[in-house]
């Protein structure tokens, strides 16, 4: 994941299978133009089975009352 990306939410759905949203800042604009900055959302879906080893390697640690 970007260096920069922001983890602002974890789900899950029905079939236990989770969402985790990141908010990545970038720049836009047109050449010749100013350059702003805007936030992208990244939405990765893991499947439950995965979900230990997805937090492990982004170093997320998920408590049961967050989700």
């Not at 983890?7 to 350059?35: A, C, H, M, W």
Request: charged content about 35%.
């Amino acid at each position: 994941m970007d260096k920069d990306a922001e983890l602002i939410q974890v789900s899950t759905n029905e079939d236990g299978n989770f969402y985790f949203v990141y908010k990545v800042p970038v720049q836009r604009g047109i050449k010749g133009k100013t350059k702003s900055k805007v936030d992208e959302l990244i939405i990765v879906g893991v499947n439950k089975n995965k979900v230990d080893q997805f937090c492990k390697a982004q170093g997320i640690i998920l408590k049961k009352e967050e989700l």
